[in-house]
């Protein structure tokens, strides 16, 4: 009979011992979120007077329903292209990395190019 009590005590010991070795705190383990790769904005192949004549045209609407330019800080400079594609544009004029367009300072809020295509 002792050796029955000691036997359920022991084994009642060694279950207690392994459910708090195994329990952890009971906390979820956070999953990472994946972070979205973002998607390439669409570009459309025109002439240098058709770009210059879209990208005006969307300077202008931009400008009308945002009161500041599509630029990072909302003044003259280079054309942030997420604020005008597709809501203003189709898409980014494909000689934008050689033509490099912008909003003009002098006369304010006019097309310009920082390189001649």
Partial sequence: MRIARIAAVLLLSIM???SFA????GAP???PTPTPTPT???TVVMSCVEARDTIQEALIDYNDE???WPTTD??????EW???????MAGIPSNDS???WQVNSDPEGVVCLRNIC
């Fill in 16 to 18: 207690l011992v392994s």
């Fill in 22 to 25: 195994c329990g952890g705190d």
């Fill in 29 to 31: 383990t956070p999953t």
């Fill in 98 to 100: 050689t033509c490099e």
């Fill in 82 to 88: 997420t604020k005008l594609v597709p809501d203003f």
């Fill in 74 to 79: 909302g003044q003259p400079g280079d054309i």
């Fill in 66 to 68: 945002h009161g500041d």
């Fill in 40 to 42: 390439p904005l669409p």
